[in-house]
């Protein structure tokens, strides 16, 4: 889900935005139903998400080697902000 959303707020391409959008619309749905069946993995977000934020940006740094990423999330790194909010 990082990488699509970093991909969908700093990658100009119009014309790939809504099958960036769908996708975290997905992704989202099955990480809020993941969370549902087992509550206890919400506790280990915090501490999974710098290798998860990692992850993300260098595959997306690979994919868009012109485009310029952050090096850290803009915005909050709560899970329910990031399963709820459209950050673009």
């Known amino acids: 889900m990082l990488n699509h959303l970093l991909k969908r707020l700093y990658v100009a391409s119009p014309n790939d935005y809504r099958g960036w959008e769908l996708t975290i619309r997905?992704?989202?749905?099955?990480?809020?139903?993941?969370?549902?069946?087992?509550?206890?993995?919400?506790?280990?977000?915090?501490?999974?998400?710098?290798?998860?934020?990692?992850?993300?940006?260098?595959?997306?740094?690979?994919?868009?080697?012109?485009?310029?990423f952050p090096d850290r999330w803009p915005g909050r790194t709560d899970l329910d902000t990031l399963l709820s909010e459209k950050v673009w």
């Not at 969370?35 to 868009?64: G, T, V």
């Open 26 to 68: 997905e992704q989202r749905r099955q990480l809020q139903k993941l969370l549902k069946q087992s509550p206890s993995l919400r506790q280990h977000w915090l501490e999974a998400f710098p290798e998860l934020w990692e992850n993300a940006l260098s595959d997306a740094r690979e994919d868009y080697p012109q485009t310029v």
